[in-house]
């Protein structure tokens, strides 16, 4: 059974350039997380999806945009690139019937904005 | 909001010391609570977990034990190896209502690393 997986695993961007992050989510799972942990930190909620709609946001501007599609896979959009971008991208997926589930996270992708 | 602190790192100890890396959290209501782990260029594991006061997740000889009445949840480790070295990381569930039911988020603490020597 495959886990979260992501890709790119690494990609470098230059500024003002945008970018696209996949992921999809452990079999069985519904609900699909991102999170962007820069050097140093814990990862920040960025957003969820949950039946193709966005669920909940943190505190990132309109730049970051995601989407996700009929068989849960899940995309990360960011327009416009900016050098504190630079961070792992994590994506994490639960599945349904209760927030009691643990949530599993996939390897992530290093994106460097250079 | 809810939100967790960590015990700054670095920890540095010998092999088979014993590790403590504190985290403590402020949530409305009885979030579960958890521990990651994350080695050097990979993803985040899940190690641990507790869903109400007074459970004690165990994985792998660490162990934490979900305290209601100080608000902790401390990472506990009787004898470290060399291949434990890694960054640990404290985190909450806050839970959310949406038009589709309830689910949740994970708020993190800064992270722990811990490095063991030989």
């Known amino acids: 059974d495959a886990g979260v997986t992501q890709s790119p695993t690494h990609l470098i961007k230059t500024r003002g350039q945008q970018v696209t992050l996949r992921c999809s989510p452990k079999?069985?799972?519904?609900?699909v997380s991102w999170y962007q942990q820069a050097l140093g930190q814990g990862p920040q909620f960025i957003f969820q999806y949950y039946e193709e709609e966005e669920r909940q946001r943190g505190n990132f501007p309109d730049r970051f945009s995601g989407h996700q599609f009929p068989n849960y896979s899940s995309e990360l959009n960011v327009n416009a690139l900016l050098l504190g971008d630079s961070a792992l991208y994590l994506c994490a997926s639960s599945a349904p019937g209760g927030t009691g589930n643990t949530i599993y996270f996939g390897e992530g992708s290093w994106l460097t904005v250079v | 909001g809810n939100s967790v602190t960590q015990m700054e790192g670095p920890v540095t100890l010998s092999e088979e010391a014993f590790l403590t890396i504190n985290c403590t959290y402020t949530?409305?209501?009885?979030?579960?609570l958890f521990w990651y782990v994350q080695y050097p260029g990979e993803g985040l594991q899940l190690l641990l977990k507790?869903?109400?006061a007074d459970d004690k997740g165990s994985n792998k000889g660490f162990e934490a034990t979900y305290r209601k009445e100080t608000t902790s949840f401390h990472l506990e480790k009787g004898s470290v190896q060399v291949s434990d070295s890694a960054v640990y990381f404290c985190a909450l569930s806050d839970q959310f209502k949406t038009n589709a039911g309830n689910n949740r988020k994970l708020i993190w603490g800064l992270g722990t690393s811990l490095a063991v020597n030989p």
């Open positions: 949530a409305t209501g009885y979030p579960s």
């Open positions: 507790a869903t109400k």
């Open positions: 079999s069985g799972h519904d609900t």
